[in-house]
């Protein structure tokens, strides 16, 4: 069995005396796409970014294809990890190309420049944005510049992406559609998610957070079980069978006041 791609071990993060995440353990897989869920406060964005180098834990310790991530210098966790965060505002005089250029900015010097431009094109390309090369950034609707960040992310060529909630404000089916085009990319992946619905079509794994600790860490219909569901978000899990086609529907409910706990 291979080495995992990523390791988080009794992980920490402590704010102003307030525990943010208490002892969170977790591998991942080359290839697999975790997604982080649980109700808002519980530790979902802070576990991410520790995974991801941004926040130092308090206690534990990251570790990235073996060597522990706080001994990998900046410059060098460019070449493997990129990030889009809910708080990415690019300069919207930007042109398109020019934007997803940036993430060629960690290979500088590493590359021919030609070469440099074919990986952009072909970021451009995968997220169905290079008829739009030319336009600016802020001339894109929300769907495209969320793609915009992701064609700028896989430019990067990273060896994991991690996602902080990437579907926000965006209406339904471009939620469903973001994330069919991330799992097409075959790419190691670590998201937020904050719709439930999304989380079966498109994890692996699903690593659930509630009250600062993992609570799970399991294949999606295991993590999506009722008794655990119930608990930690106080909704419903219904699995109906699709009535034209041949597949499982998950559906969330808000349970009436009869059927819930006392």
Same mark, same amino acid.
């Given at each position: 069995?291979?080495?995992?791609?990523?390791?988080?071990?009794?992980?920490?993060?402590?704010?102003?005396?307030?525990?943010?995440?208490?002892?969170?353990?977790?591998?991942?897989?080359?290839?697999?796409?975790?997604?982080?869920?649980?109700?808002?406060?519980?530790?979902?964005?802070?576990?991410?970014?520790?995974?991801?180098?941004?926040?130092?834990?308090?206690?534990?310790?990251?570790?990235?294809?073996?060597?522990?991530?706080?001994?990998?210098?900046?410059?060098? &966790?460019?070449?493997?990890?990129?990030?889009?965060?809910?708080?990415? *505002?690019?300069?919207?005089?930007?042109?398109?190309?020019?934007?997803?250029?940036?993430?060629?900015?960690?290979?500088?010097?590493?590359?021919?420049?030609?070469?440099?431009?074919?990986?952009?094109?072909?970021?451009? &390309?995968?997220?169905?944005?290079?008829?739009?090369?030319?336009?600016?950034?802020?001339?894109?609707?929300?769907?495209?510049? *969320?793609?915009?960040?992701?064609?700028?992310?896989?430019? *990067?060529?990273?060896?994991?992406?991690?996602?902080?909630?990437?579907?926000?404000?965006?209406?339904?089916?471009?939620?469903?559609?973001?994330?069919?085009?991330?799992?097409?990319?075959?790419?190691?992946?670590?998201?937020?998610?904050?719709?439930?619905?999304?989380?079966?079509?498109?994890?692996?794994?699903?690593?659930?957070?509630?009250?600062?600790?993992?609570?799970?860490?399991?294949?999606?219909?295991?993590?999506?079980?009722?008794?655990?569901?119930?608990?930690?978000?106080?909704?419903?899990?219904?699995?109906?069978?699709?009535?034209?086609?041949?597949?499982?529907?998950?559906?969330?409910?808000?349970?009436?006041?009869?059927?819930?706990?006392?």
């Amino acid at each position: 069995m291979s080495a995992p791609l990523l390791e988080a071990r009794a992980l920490r993060a402590m704010a102003n005396g307030r525990t943010l995440v208490e002892d969170v353990g977790l591998s991942l897989a080359a290839g697999e796409r975790l997604a982080i869920i649980g109700p808002n406060g519980a530790g979902k964005t802070t576990l991410l970014r520790m995974l991801c180098g941004a926040l130092r834990p308090s206690a534990g310790e990251v570790r990235l294809a073996g060597r522990r991530l706080d001994r990998i210098t900046a410059a060098e &966790r460019a070449l493997s990890i990129a990030v889009v965060g809910q708080t990415d *505002q690019p300069d919207p005089r930007l042109a398109l190309i020019d934007y997803v250029e940036l993430g060629r900015v960690p290979h500088a010097g590493l590359r021919r420049r030609h070469d440099d431009r074919d990986i952009v094109v072909e970021a451009l &390309r995968r997220t169905g944005l290079l008829p739009l090369l030319a336009r600016g950034i802020g001339s894109l609707s929300g769907g495209e510049r *969320q793609r915009a960040q992701l064609a700028r992310a896989i430019a *990067q060529e990273p060896k994991i992406l991690f996602l902080d909630e990437p579907t926000n404000h965006l209406d339904p089916r471009a939620r469903g559609e973001l994330l069919e085009l991330v799992a097409a990319f075959n790419m190691t992946v670590v998201a937020v998610l904050h719709d439930l619905a999304l989380v079966a079509p498109f994890a692996t794994s699903v690593a659930v957070m509630s009250n600062a600790r993992l609570r799970a860490l399991a294949p999606p219909r295991d993590a999506l079980a009722q008794p655990l569901i119930r608990e930690v978000f106080g909704i419903d899990v219904l699995r109906l069978r699709h009535p034209t086609e041949d597949r499982e529907l998950t559906v969330f409910d808000l349970p009436t006041r009869a059927s819930s706990p006392s």
